[in-house]
């Protein structure tokens, strides 16, 4: 099921990064794939990356390599969510580390974080940040 999920997401990459949709049409696939899979929407997202990725040109991964960089500046972390509608998740809020932790148990720590669409303005909470 998920591996023909992922062929799925290739396929529609594939054809638009050849420039047969808009980035319109692609997000209303998207969103529609992702409401039919019921996959958890963490998963959901490292598909995406993957199958973007995969068949993004030099340029294109050059680019969504400096957006992770510039994230990771701005949030200390690295990570992308994407929303329902296929918008990518801005994270609002991470949750701070218990006080009395130290420097090795904060590494071992995941944190958990509240992340917003910008598109549809809908609200994530609790979604795995590190
Ligand atoms: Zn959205």
Redo the contacts with the bound molecule.
């Keep these: 099921m998920k591996d023909e999920m992922m062929t799925k997401l290739e396929t529609i990459y594939a054809d638009y990064y050849d420039g047969l949709y808009s980035e319109d049409q692609l997000k209303t696939m998207l969103k529609r794939l992702y409401s039919e899979s019921q996959i958890d929407i963490t998963k959901w997202s490292e598909m995406l990356l993957d199958a973007q990725w995969k068949y993004a040109t030099e340029e294109d991964y050059r680019n969504k390599r400096e957006q992770l960089d510039l994230e990771a500046e701005l949030e200390g972390g690295g990570i992308m969510f994407f ?5 990518l998740l801005l994270v609002e809020k991470v949750e701070a580390y218990p006080e009395r932790y130290n420097g090795n148990e904060r590494l071992d720590y995941d944190r958990s974080c509240t992340a917003k ?1 910008p ?4 609200v994530y909470e609790g979604l795995k940040y590190d």
Excluded at 83 to 87: F, M, T
Excluded at 119 to 122: A, G, I, Q
């Design positions: 929303c329902d509608c296929g918008g669409c598109d549809c303005n809908k």
